[in-house]
């Protein structure tokens, strides 16, 4: 823990590491932050390449970063250059935050932590006993389930395009709740009696921001609707859910929130979490 005392006795020193980093839009929020609670301090985009991560990961504790956000492609390969691993990034396998304690390096992922706080707060108050339908098996949906399944959901049924992972995924995690795996193409039925779908895949992405990862007819009427996407905010995917009644959820929230509990972790402070979508907000319009 830092006191706040301790806090603001120095500049604090935050950063994200990636390959590549420019479009990042954590450097814009997170300084927002600091701005926002008078905490003296920089946030900057640090351009890692693979081939240096550990080099970059001891920079850390050499030059007293209080903390870095990880980002591709070093999410995983991170996790054994550091000294603790928080329970759930481990069995997600994979850290998106770092907190640096006097030299120790602890890594938590708050991607799926981030994503669930959105949703509550935005379009699903209480997701104990619902039936939740995720759309890809990938590291963002590894998070997302993990967190969603601390909820107490129903039941989650996971569909990918390759759906062995999928299947891997829901027997890997079958202690932890009713979890089940199969293909999209296999989804259909399941969907009509989902409470909420959720799109984690890269699909409807810019640049490729008509495709749609599923059959627009496959979605139930007056569902909620959900996609991790936020380039562009509201992709054609959530257009056509709400052309179909449904409550629509995009990916800034995630964003938004993900990088909210770094900066909790970090300062001990809440998180001035209306100016940081303000700051991305502004940002992804100019
Ligand atoms: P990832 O690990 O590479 O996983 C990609 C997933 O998308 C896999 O399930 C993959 O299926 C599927 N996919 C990719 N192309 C496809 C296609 N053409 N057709 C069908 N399925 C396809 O990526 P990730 O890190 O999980 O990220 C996924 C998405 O989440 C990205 O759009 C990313 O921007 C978004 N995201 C948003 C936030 C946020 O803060 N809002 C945070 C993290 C990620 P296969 O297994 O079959 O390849």
Redesign the pocket.
């Known amino acids: 823990m830092v006191t706040e005392k301790k806090l603001r006795s120095a500049p604090l020193l935050l950063g994200v590491m990636g390959d590549p980093i420019a479009h990042s839009k954590s450097p814009v929020m997170h300084e927002a932050a600091l701005r926002a609670l008078s905490l003296q301090g920089s946030y900057v985009p640090l351009h890692v390449k693979r081939e240096r991560l550990a080099q970059a990961v001891e920079g850390i504790r050499a030059m007293g970063f209080r903390g870095v956000n990880v980002t ?1 492609p070093h999410k995983v390969e991170v996790m054994s250059l550091l000294d603790d691993i928080d329970d759930g990034a481990r069995r997600i396998g994979a850290v998106n935050t770092i907190v640096n304690q006097d030299g120790h390096l602890t890594g938590y992922n708050t ?1 799926g932590i981030g994503y669930v706080r959105s949703l509550k707060e935005e379009v699903v108050f209480d997701l104990k006993g619902k039936t939740v339908i995720v759309l ?6 590894r998070g997302i389930i993990y967190a969603l399944l601390q909820e107490a959901p129903g039941q989650i049924v996971i569909a ?3 759906a062995d ?1 999928a299947v891997n995924l829901a027997r890997e995690w079958s202690g932890l709740g009713n979890l089940s795996g199969c293909a ?1 193409a296999d989804v259909r039925q399941a969907v009509s009696r989902a409470d909420v779908l959720i799109n ?4 409807g ?1 810019h640049p490729d921001i008509h495709s749609t ?1 599923l059959e627009s007819s496959w979605i139930p009427e007056g569902i909620v609707v959900s996609d ?3 380039n562009p905010l509201e992709t054609v995917f959530l257009r056509q859910a709400k052309e179909r009644g449904c409550q629509i959820h995009g ?2 929230g ?2 938004i929130n ?1 990088g909210a509990y770094a900066f909790e972790y970090w300062t001990g402070m809440s998180a001035p979490a209306e100016v940081m979508r303000e700051a991305v907000l502004h940002s992804l319009q100019n």
Request: hydrophobic share 45%; net charge positive; aromatic share 8%.
């Open positions: 591709v991607d890809g098996a990938g590291g963002a949906a990918n395009r390759t992972k999209v984690t895949t890269s699909v992405m990862p991790l996407i936020y990916g800034l995630m964003f993900q």
